[in-house]
Structure formats: C-alpha cells, structure tokens
C-alpha cells in the first residue's frame, strides 16, 4: 500500500534560521502533493503544494522541492519564527484517489 | 478564503451515548466531505468520504454502523457516533473539497477539529 513517511519525527531551529522539513513517499503514481501545518488543538492548514510536473515550488518563506526520481519531498521555511512551531505533514495524492498523509515532524522554533 | 466549521468544538459524553458532530462549508458548495479521526501525535486517518445525496464510502476498518455520515446538503456533513466507548475519544476532522474552483481542484479544506473525549 502506499506509504508517506518522515525521515525526522522532531525538529528544534533557532530562530531566524531556515528548517528543512523531508517527506519520503512510496507511491510512485502520486501527482499531487500538499504540506500542511497543524498547530496544537486545531485542524491542518493549507501551506503549500506542487505537482508531479514540477519540482520546486516557492511561495511566502515556504518552498516545497520535489525529487520524483528518490520520491523525496521537502518543505523549507526561510527566517523561521517563533509562530512556525507545530506539526508539519506531507501529504499525497494519486490521480482521484484521497489524500493520503504522512506521520508528522513536530518543528519547534528555539526563540 | 474558504472556510469550513466544526460543532461543537469540544465534547465530553458518558459511555454508551450517541455524539454528533457537524460539519459546515461556510462560503462555497462541497460536493465531497472527509472525515478524519487523529490519535495524540499521530497522523490524521482518512474515515470515510461522502458525497452529497450518497451514501458514505467508509475506510476498511471504520465501522459504518458505529459511525454514522449524513451528507445531506451541499454546505453540511455530520458525523454521528453511536454508543460511543472511551476508545472513541479521539480529535475528529472534517474536510470540504469544493465542486469547482478552490487552488488546483484537488485541494481540500480542513475545520478544525472536534475534540471527543467519552468517560
């Protein structure tokens, strides 16, 4: 079955650094995908996503890369702040399948 | 932005009672609502979709007599739990993939959360 996965459960950064948050995903057929970011007590929230025909994608401090060849994916926050601690999730999709979500990395930004 | 609310938030209940939770599209029309359930620090699982007018399609595992989905308009899903046990507490979310438009077609947005704790 298809399989999304963290390499990093926990990540602490200073803060004003950049994090790297790395997704590995298993289903080669996935073409969509999406970051999400869920703070404590509250539902998933839109960051981020790219399609499988791209594999860099930028928005507001965020950048999402895509290496479809090792099915590796990535999210990095720029100048990362003290509100950007919370959970992080991949998640992927495969044509009109559902989205499928990975397990998490937990960012904690060290003010 | 699209907005998609929960009620109640939060919700206590005994053992052996029946919960409802409701899930709203506030600004757009969603053909396919989801309903997640999430363990403490675990990922969120995929319960069962449903689309409006139809019946639910249920998640191997979920028992679709257990958890009862209601799609019944285009802005309201409710998800229903039935003699609920303490092994149902848990944080359930809902999500709205609207007919036409949103970022990409594909996207979905998430409420946020219900907190059920059955004692």
């Known amino acids: 079955g298809e399989s999304v996965g963290l390499h990093l459960p926990t990540l602490s950064v200073q803060e004003g650094d950049n994090s790297i948050i790395n997704c590995a995903y298993s289903?080669?057929?996935?073409?969509?995908f999406i970051w999400y970011k869920q703070e404590s007590g509250k539902g998933p929230q839109f960051i981020i996503d790219?399609?499988?025909?791209?594999d860099k994608r930028q928005g507001q401090r965020v950048t999402v890369l895509l290496n479809k060849t090792v099915k590796h994916l990535s999210l990095q926050i720029a100048a990362t702040q003290p509100g950007d601690s919370a959970v992080y999730f991949c998640?992927?999709?495969?044509?009109?399948?559902?989205?499928?979500f990975g397990t998490g990395t937990r960012l904690t930004v060290i003010p | 932005g699209a907005v998609v609310s929960q009620h109640p938030s939060r919700v206590i209940c005994k053992s052996g009672t029946s919960v409802k939770i409701e899930c709203r599209s506030l600004?757009?029309?969603?053909?396919?609502m989801f309903w997640y359930r999430q363990f403490p620090k675990q990922s969120l699982m995929l319960m069962a979709t449903?689309?409006?007018?139809?019946?639910?399609?249920?998640e191997q595992g979920v028992e679709k007599d257990k958890f009862l989905i209601n799609h019944a308009s285009l802005t309201l899903s409710t998800l229903t739990v039935t003699s609920a046990h303490p092994e149902d507490s848990s944080f359930y979310i809902c999500?709205?993939?609207?007919?036409?438009?949103?970022?990409?077609?594909?996207?979905?947005?998430f409420g946020p959360g219900t907190r059920l704790t059955v004692t």
């Open positions: 999500s709205a993939r609207p007919g036409t438009g949103g970022r990409s077609g594909h996207e979905q947005y």
């Open positions: 289903n080669s057929a996935s073409d969509y």
């Open positions: 790219i399609r499988s025909n791209m």
């Open positions: 998640a992927e999709k495969a044509g009109a399948n559902n989205l499928f």
């Open positions: 600004d757009f029309q969603a053909t396919t």
């Open positions: 449903s689309n409006e007018g139809s019946k639910a399609t249920y």
